[in-house]
C-alpha cells in the first residue's frame, strides 16, 4: 500500500510540474 502511494504522489507531480511547465511556456511564447 505503501509502494503505491509514492508512485500516485510522484505520478501526481509528474503531471503537475508538466502542466505548469505547457502553461508557463505557452505565456511565454505568447507574450513574446
Do not use: R
Not at 503537475?16 to 508557463?24: C, E, F, G, T
Request: aromatic share 18%; no cysteine.
Amino acid at each position: 500500500m505503501f509502494l503505491y502511494e509514492t508512485i500516485f504522489v510522484k505520478v501526481s507531480n509528474l503531471i503537475i510540474n508538466y502542466k505548469a511547465l505547457s502553461y508557463i511556456n505557452k505565456y511565454a511564447i505568447t507574450d513574446i
